[in-house]
C-alpha cells in the first residue's frame, strides 16, 4: 500500500473494503470507512469516491465513536 497520509486520495488506498452504514440512502449521501493494514480508519465521501480520504487512527476513532453513542453530536441534526 502506498504511504498513507490524512487527505491522501481515496482511491489510491487499495485493497481495503469501503463500508457505510445501513443507514445511508440509495441517493449516494453516505460516509464510507476503511479499516487499513495498520489499524488505522480512513474516512471518504461516498459522493467522492477517488477524492481525500481522511485518515484517524484507533483512538481517535474510538472516541468519536463513543461521543456518537452518547449522543454528543445530536444537536448536528434538528
Same mark, same amino acid.
Given at each position: 500500500m502506498t504511504n498513507?497520509? $490524512? #487527505?491522501?486520495? !481515496?482511491?489510491?488506498?487499495?485493497?481495503?473494503?469501503w463500508q457505510k452504514s445501513r443507514r445511508s440512502n440509495p441517493s449516494?449521501?453516505?460516509?464510507?470507512?476503511?479499516?487499513?493494514? $495498520? #489499524?488505522?480508519? !480512513?474516512?471518504?465521501?461516498?459522493r467522492d469516491p477517488e477524492g481525500a480520504a481522511l485518515i484517524y487512527n484507533r483512538a481517535e476513532i474510538e472516541a468519536?465513536?463513543?461521543?456518537?453513542?452518547? #449522543?454528543?453530536?445530536d444537536n448536528l441534526i434538528a
Open positions: 498513507v497520509v $490524512n #487527505g491522501m486520495p !481515496a482511491g489510491d488506498l487499495q485493497g481495503v473494503t449516494g449521501n453516505c460516509v464510507e470507512c476503511a479499516v487499513l493494514p $495498520n #489499524g488505522d480508519v !480512513a474516512v471518504r465521501n461516498s468519536f465513536l463513543g461521543g456518537v453513542r452518547d #449522543g454528543d453530536f
